[in-house]
T-cell receptor, first 113, second 109 residues
Framework: DAGITQSPRHKVTETGTPVTLRCHQT?????MYWYRQDPGHGLRLIHY???????DKGEVSDGYSVSRSKTEDFLLTLESATSSQTSVYFC????????????FGPGTRLTVT | RKEVEQDPGPFNVPEGATVAFNCTYSNSASQSFFWYRQDCRKEPKLLMSVYSSGNEDGRFTAQLNRASQYISLLIRDSKLSDSATYLCVVIGGNEKLTFGTGTRLTIIP
């Protein structure tokens, strides 16, 4: 299995609080992604990174920001959490751009009350 | 019409049977296709790529039908461990990667 970890694995937070999720990889892959997964929806891309300090928005980026200061770490921040951001968040990595061969972390279950 | 559609199931299939399900896509310029499996409360894992000529990996066969714009996954001699949700992934002509919502498969002893 690819070396990808996510922390925390579970979090309950209140509306309006900031939340940061961390993704850490040991594979030295250039591309990293943050997705959310909700019932009735496929995995939806929030943001992605194509290198240190190089990031771009995905299809559901509103309310989220990201940072990548090191190859191995990709952080997702919810500046002011809302109940609509209750979801399962997955980080993924790939060697190539626009790759269908992605390797996912174990996920973070976030509940915003 | 959704870019990628899958029958959500569930498909309840006896152990040892053959099962197949499809994933349709709307963009005729789509160029790359994949199948993932996702166990309950786990992360998706790449199962196999789908080539134009088809792809077989043990009991699993993936095929592409460009004329009708769908990919298929066939599982022969199904095992209890095959119980999972199967996600298709389509990369469109605009290089947009889209996940399907998944088909849930349960293998019954």
């Amino acid at each position: 299995d690819a070396g990808i970890t996510q922390s925390p694995r579970h979090k309950v937070t209140e509306t309006g609080t900031p939340v940061t999720l961390r993704c850490h990889q040991t594979e030295n892959h250039r591309y990293m992604y943050w997705y959310r997964q909700d019932p009735g929806h496929g995995l939806r891309l929030i943001h992605y990174s194509y290198g240190v300090k190089d990031t771009d928005k995905g299809e559901v980026s509103d309310g989220y920001s990201v940072s990548r200061s090191k190859t191995e770490d990709f952080l997702l921040t919810l500046e002011s959490a809302t109940s609509s951001q209750t979801s399962v968040y997955f980080c993924a990595i790939s060697e190539a751009r626009v790759s269908g061969e992605q390797y996912f972390g174990p996920g973070t279950r976030l509940t915003v009350t | 019409r959704k870019e990628v559609e899958q029958d959500p199931g569930p498909f309840n299939v006896p152990e040892g049977a053959t099962v197949a399900f499809n994933c349709t896509y709307s963009n005729s310029a789509s160029q790359s296709f994949f199948w993932y499996r996702q166990d309950c409360r786990k992360e998706p894992k790449l199962l196999m790529s789908v080539y134009s000529s088809g792809n077989e990996d043990g009991r699993f066969t993936a095929q592409l039908n460009r004329a009708s714009q769908y990919i298929s996954l066939l599982i022969r001699d199904s095992k209890l461990s095959d119980s999972a949700t199967y996600l298709c992934v389509v990369i469109g002509g605009n290089e947009k990667l889209t996940f399907g919502t998944g088909t849930r498969l349960t293998i019954i002893p």
